[in-house]
């Protein structure tokens, strides 16, 4: 199999095709009733400055074969690094004897939901410039640069800044007849300035909020749709020095104007995590928790106020969790997970669909390595703007007579079953009368999931929407980790329980 002439010539070089044949071959042979087989190649590259000076540069890549059967009506599961026919048929056999070995114990038979078959089709992310193609010299150069620049500004002590980027390539095959093959990019350039108050003896910091994206290396040099990282490198002084000298919030409630560089982590563990349909029956209660949001509520749950309208999405542009097909060789498409407020959709995979009374997944079967077991994952799941009216953040904060106006992720919590929460941020703005008036410092808000999401009164528009994600999203055991992009717009949320996150911590 050639495919897609943008997919690297080494990873297309492999015997990918008679790899797929002879695992295919003796699975079949051997009593499998389904069978299918993944090649993987991911390159890996962290870069990090601490002052200027590199402190880390990793390059790392895994390569490897999958193949995964059912027999009997149980999941066998085995992986190689040796690729070779004769190695993918004798891994091909090792599942065929794992799913033996499990039937005894398995109690519940595997029933998946169709799919069409794709032969012979690919697909690649959206990015300009592949990443692996850079010199690491010019990367650290980059970094470097942008560090000299926070260093040099009254006022920043210290300055990280850093680069991951990851690029997979994938082969898929199955006895039905579909093989594809992918390639995708992603890119994390981030920086960070710390002040630190000898006399007082405490420090804050202020990070970049440009998020990781399905991008290349024209996201870190600010084009072609990139981030303004110059603009944002000569703000972030001034910035931080206000936020040293900012007075400590008073705890109470507020109206919330939540940026979408906070909110996307507030949605990605409350609504994220939530509506993951392994973990709403339990299958994660031993590890990660469940859900509050279990199937018997589908439907009849009121999640949020009718602004609320939630989608599963993984073909989005530029989104960590877009991919072509998933590892069920499913083709991906969007749906709805929360819509006028209510729970009316959870993320599936092949296996899990039909539970629901689903013909088809919507998925989200997802391995991060040749060597693990696909898993159902989350999708891009994101919050939609409003779709009469282009509200502006600053229109949503003129609205307001006494609130507080939250940007940036920083450190969160929530409970097991995804419903008591509390999150803070980077920064915060006193809301006085509609207008924004000096910085807070020590702000954390805190609720429940359901009357967080009712207290939402008034969403941006489409011009407001950014996506933003994680690249180190954690589940499963053994543990698989996962990039997801969440997009919303700016939010308002009325009465919101504000705590004084220092006075919390005893300080």
Known sequence: MEGDERIDPEFRALPLSALADAALSRARQLGASHADVRVERILSQSL?????????????ITVGLAVRVIVDGTWGFASTVELTPTAAAAIAARAVEVARTLRAVNTEPVVR????????????????????????????????DWSERLLAADGVDHADAACPQVKENKFYADLAGTTTMQQRVWIEPRFTATAVDRAAGQFETMRTLAPPVGRGWEYALGTAGGWDFDAELAQVPELLAEKMKAPSVDPGRYDLVIDPTNLWLTIHE????????DRAIGYEAAYAGTSFATPDLLGTLRYGSELMHVTGDRTVPH????????????????????????LVGYQLDRTFAPRLGLERSN??????????????????????????????????????????????????????QRYNFQFTGQRFYRIENGRLAGQLRDVAYQATTTDFWGSLRALGGPSSWLLSGALNCGKAQPGQVAAVSHGCPPGLFEQVNVLNAAREAGR
């Not at 990090?48 to 790392?60: C, E």
């Not at 040749?370 to 799941?381: D, G, K, T």
Request: net charge negative; hydrophobic share 40%.
């Open 48 to 60: 990090a400055l601490r002052d200027g000076a590199v402190s880390s540069a990793m390059d790392a």
């Open 270 to 277: 409350s609504v994220g995590h939530a509506t993951e349909y």
């Open 363 to 416: 998925g989200c079967a997802f391995a991060d390595s040749p060597h693990h077991v696909p898993i159902q994952r989350m999708a891009n799941v994101s919050l939609q703007p409003d779709p009469a009216r282009d509200t502006t953040t600053d229109e949503l904060i003129a609205g307001v007579d006494r609130g507080i106006y939250v940007v940036g992720d920083k450190s969160w919590s929530i409970d097991m």
């Open 319 to 342: 989104g960590l969790a877009t991919v072509g097909y998933d590892d069920d060789g499913v083709a991906t498409g969007e749906w709805d997970l929360v819509r006028d407020g209510m």
């Open 113 to 144: 939901a169709d799919e069409p078959v794709y032969a012979g089709v690919s697909w690649v992310s959206d990015y300009d410039i592949d990443p692996f193609t850079v010199p690491t010299q010019d990367k650290i150069a980059l970094l470097g």
